[in-house]
């Protein structure tokens, strides 16, 4: 169990990006699939806790849940920036 819980905490460090492949009925935070957010802890349990783009936090039970990882906080703004045909002129 350990070590699971060892390979989470590197296949999802903090500041990874995740989205939901399929809805998340939580009574308290319903989420939509395809709700994005960012991990900022696995738990000793396995838990990943996200905070949400559309505001609060709920964790991700790995098995349970369905989501799959988009990336880092920093590709994923790097992919916006490129998106958005920002450029940066000398």
């Known amino acids: 169990m350990r070590k699971d819980i060892q390979r989470l905490r590197e296949q999802y460090p903090k ?10 009925t939580d009574p308290y935070h319903p989420l939509p699939e395809g709700s994005k957010g960012t991990v ?6 396995g838990q990943l806790h ?10 991700l039970i790995y098995g349970i849940d369905s989501f799959r ?3 880092s906080a920093e ?3 790097a992919k916006a920036v490129m998106e958005e045909g920002i450029s940066f002129v000398k």
């Open 15 to 24: 500041g990874s990006r995740v989205e939901l492949l399929e809805s998340v």
């Open 40 to 45: 900022w802890a696995v738990d000793d349990a």
């Open 50 to 59: 996200i905070n949400w783009d559309e505001g609060g936090s709920l964790a």
């Open 69 to 71: 990882k988009i990336g």
């Open 75 to 77: 590709e994923c703004e």
